[in-house]
């Protein structure tokens, strides 16, 4: 399942032991998954009260996914 849409499925809010990882795609995407993941909670939870969660939606990505990248990626 992709995981903006585990996050908003309210899947991480509920399942707060769930763990998951990226390693087979890089991670170069990642840090522009979790802008836009933020960007549409923000705009879309003046409609979609299962939105209105205490935390960003890139917070619950950090707290409960790691990625790996590539060896020749930057890691800030």
């Known amino acids: ?3 903006p ?3 908003h499925g309210n899947g991480l809010e509920k399942t ?5 990882g990226g390693i087979e795609q890089g991670a ?3 840090p522009a998954m ?3 993941m933020d960007l549409a909670q923000q705009t879309f939870q003046k409609t979609e009260p299962a939105l209105r969660l205490p935390m960003a939606a890139s ?5 409960q996914v790691r ?10």
């Open 1 to 3: 399942m992709p995981l």
């Open 5 to 7: 849409k585990t996050f």
């Open 16 to 20: 707060t032991d769930f763990l998951g």
């Open 28 to 30: 170069l995407w990642v």
């Open 34 to 36: 979790l802008r836009r």
């Open 59 to 63: 917070d619950y990505i950090r707290r």
């Open 67 to 76: 990625f790996t990248p590539f060896p020749t990626e930057p890691v800030p």
